[in-house]
């Protein structure tokens, strides 16, 4: 059985960073692909951020780009988003998940979640 837990998430305010972590155990994590959703109170869960397995490609939403960046250390299970210059609508839970292959955007193709970390960015 797979587990992911994030950790990292937290009060700040607008222009702020944070970093998140998610944690994995339970099967090989250099070899899966790994992402970053976040769900705002009454909104639909969206991608965030993507890294392939050895972390040499990463794609983003583009409401994040050059600010977010996702990143991985294989040898600690563990994968990561930095989040500079937050805004208020960054504010979500956020979830790390381990894909199973196909779009990098959809969620359906990730099958393993996170119980998500809360991000809440003060105007």
């Known amino acids: 059985q797979v587990q992911l837990v994030e950790s990292g998430g937290g009060l700040v305010q607008a222009g702020g960073s944070l970093r998140l972590s998610c944690a994995a155990s339970?099967?090989?994590?250099?070899?899966?692909?790994m992402a970053w959703f976040r769900q705002a109170p009454g909104k639909e869960r969206e991608f965030v951020a993507w890294?392939?397995?050895?972390?040499?490609?990463?794609y983003y939403t583009d409401s994040v780009k050059g600010r977010f960046t996702i990143s991985r250390d294989n040898a600690k299970n563990t994968v990561y988003l930095q989040m500079n210059s937050l805004k208020p609508e960054d504010t979500a839970v956020y979830y790390c998940a381990s894909s199973s292959g196909g779009t990098y955007y959809l969620g359906r193709n990730y099958d393993y979640w996170g119980q998500g970390t809360q991000v809440t960015v003060s105007s």
């Open positions: 339970g099967r090989t994590f250099s070899g899966y692909a």
């Open positions: 890294t392939s397995w050895s972390g040499g490609r990463t």
